[in-house]
């Protein structure tokens, strides 16, 4: 008899469960059992669409058998399955990252745990899938699927609000102090979720972690290996170069105590070390010498931009950033927060920039004396634009048109950017710039009478307190720049020290200058070789007609320079050829007596 014919036959609804183990004995599953339906109208009953709950009319039958079945997992004594699940969230919880919000139970057991991503009950799951149905959700991890960390009883953020936003008791701060200033820390910082190394060597230690197996063992997190530039003998630094180390502080300083011990009678001063100084005695011809930027040196302290990062104390808006033993921080860019200032002479106190950039307004009762204005040279665009006018005459007779010089006119068009670094910047500039737009408006003689404004301009060397008149200005206010928008203080009170201003302003400027000479072609003096020669006249000084100022001063220019008028060597010919292509260097840098010594060279007079 085929099988099919004896499945017919048996009555599919007199099957037993149990006994099912291999050697005799049951297993207790499956857990949840129900009678097959009488009818076919009821198979395939889904309790109709998720409407409001989730399986529809079933919903709540279907959530008591899901919570049955995982009770009776968890609690199973004759299968591994349950434990064994649970015993895999312990373990996956002590493989965690351990964060300031791994303490558990916060205060009840001197705030250490190790399991680092909580504990594991299976009410959790439990109530979870009691939930499901009702659109409810519960943590997996904690004792109440992680209600109580809401109320300060277990791990989370809210149960450790308190210990992480503390400054005694902050990761970050406890690693600052321990790590950069090497200070000793409580308890509380090196146990729980800040496991704060206590070895300098690391920055945190703690129970579990990756570096575990299956939470077995330990997480360290080391320093950088190579934490020392160069030199050899010591441990942590190269006292006899004195070179740049990452060592913290705390480690350099109890290192310069020492330097008696050492035998060194020089002081200890740590420095950085350009590595281009080890190519100064090579000849390279991909890198080129280069000023030591360290220190002083320093674009922040060489052009007066400050550092818009350093630390200080921003716990309160209206008072602004201090230093750490409460003294106010100044404006930032000096330049930028420079004020308007009337006078004769510029004033050379904290102006530097790379490219030096001012905007003098002209006093039209004593054209001596100006009002100065500084910007940061952020400059965004420069065009200096020359025009000259040729009127056509057409004669009788002729098709071509004939051309007599009508003049000359000369415009400039730049723009440039004003950003406020830090809070006490934000007033003065915008106080500069309302100065400057008024300078398109008149001025008004004692005598009533209208007079207008002229202006002097400097950028860099190429224009050196130009004098001509702004035609146009435009103040644009980016929309990617920040507002000011004045908060208040509630401890500190109301804060009038700034106002409702854009960070940052794009200004566009036309400018026309007016010439210290009569704008013609420059008139130049040339001299040179001997008439006999072919080589023509070289120049030897310029006129006064210099559109471009080539300046650094008022009393320094770049066109009487005798550096940059034709020298002697410029005259040399080589004839015939030199044979060794490598002395022409050589040459180029001799004098004149090494010069005539080459009986293949012929020096032009």
């Known amino acids: ?47 109709g669409p998720d409407f ?13 058998d899901d919570v049955s079945r995982l009770t009776k997992m968890f609690f199973d004594t004759k299968s591994f399955n349950g434990q064994g699940f649970i015993l895999k969230q312990a373990s996956l919880s002590l493989s965690g990252v351990r964060t300031q919000a791994s303490n558990f139970p916060n205060g009840l057991i001197a705030g250490y745990s190790i399991l680092n991503d909580g504990i594991y009950l299976p009410t959790s799951t439990l109530a ?47 690693l600052y102090d321990s790590k950069i200033l090497g200070n000793i820390l409580p308890l509380s910082f090196t146990t729980g979720g800040n496991s704060i190394a206590t070895d300098p060597n690391y920055i945190l230690s703690y129970v579990g972690g990756p570096n575990s197996v299956l939470g077995v063992g330990r997480t360290r997190i080391k320093f950088a290996d190579q934490r020392i530039t160069r030199g050899i003998g010591d441990e942590f630094y190269n006292y006899i170069n004195s070179t740049f180390s990452t060592l913290p502080y705390y480690l350099i300083n109890n290192i310069a105590k020492t330097n008696e011990t050492k035998g060194l009678t020089t002081p200890f001063s740590p420095k950085i070390v350009d590595f281009r100084k080890d190519l100064q005695a090579q000849i ?95 400059l965004d665009s420069f065009s200096d634009a020359y025009s ?60 009533g009478y209208m007079r207008g404004p002229m202006m002097r301009l400097t950028v860099g060397g190429y224009l050196y307190s130009q004098p001509g008149f702004i035609t146009n200005l435009t103040y644009t206010i980016d929309e990617s720049s920040p507002w000011e928008i004045g ?52 120049i030897s000084a310029f006129g006064p007609e210099r559109y471009i100022a080539l300046k650094a001063g008022d009393n320094t220019n770049n066109y009487d320079d005798s550096r940059y008028l034709p020298q002697l060597k410029d005259y040399v010919e080589f004839q015939p050829p030199i044979e060794n292509p490598e002395d022409i260097d050589l040459i180029g840098l001799a004098g004149p007596e090494t010069i005539q010594s080459f009986p293949e060279i012929t020096l032009n007079r």
């Open 52 to 64: 409001l709950l989730r399986g529809g009319t079933l919903a709540v039958t279907s959530t008591a």
């Open 388 to 447: 000259a006018t040729w009127n056509p005459t057409r004669y009788v007779g002729r098709g071509e048109e004939f051309y007599t010089y009508g003049g000359f006119t000369r415009g400039i068009t730049m723009g440039w950017t004003i950003a406020a670094q830090s809070k006490r910047e934000l007033i003065p500039m915008h106080q500069k710039l309302n100065y400057l737009a008024s300078n398109l408006t008149p001025d008004y003689s004692n005598n």
């Open 284 to 378: 390279s011809s991909i890198m080129s010498k280069s000023p030591d930027y360290s220190g002083n040196a320093a674009i922040e302290q060489r052009v007066y931009l400050g550092n818009p990062g350093e630390r200080g104390n921003i716990s309160s808006y209206t008072i602004g950033k201090r230093d750490f033993t409460g003294r106010v921080l100044k404006a930032l860019d000096k330049i930028n927060a420079k004020p308007l200032y009337q006078s004769r002479y510029v004033d050379n106190k904290e102006v530097n920039d790379l490219v030096k950039f001012r905007i003098e307004a002209i006093n039209n009762n004593d054209p001596g004396e100006t009002v100065f204005i500084h910007f940061r040279a952020f």
């Open 487 to 538: 908060i208040n203080d509630t401890d500190a009170g109301n804060d009038n020290s700034v106002k409702e201003l854009p960070h940052v302003i794009r200004a566009s400027m036309n400018y026309t200058p007016i010439h210290e000479f009569v704008p013609r072609k420059q008139t130049n003096q040339y001299t040179g070789p001997s008439a006999g020669q072919n080589t023509g006249n070289y």
């Open 128 to 174: 979870q899938a009691g939930g499901n149905a009702f659109g409810v959700h519960f943590n997996k991890q904690g004792l109440l699927g992680g209600i109580e960390s809401f109320i300060g009883l277990g791990q989370g953020y809210s149960a450790n609000k308190n210990s992480i936003t503390s400054t005694n008791s902050n990761r970050l701060i406890g």
């Open 1 to 47: 008899m085929s099988l099919l014919t004896k499945l017919n036959e048996t009555n599919l609804r007199s099957l037993r469960y149990g006994k099912d183990k291999v050697f005799g004995g049951s297993s207790n599953q499956p857990y949840i059992t129900k009678p097959i339906p009488d009818n076919d109208s009821s198979i395939g009953n889904t309790g």
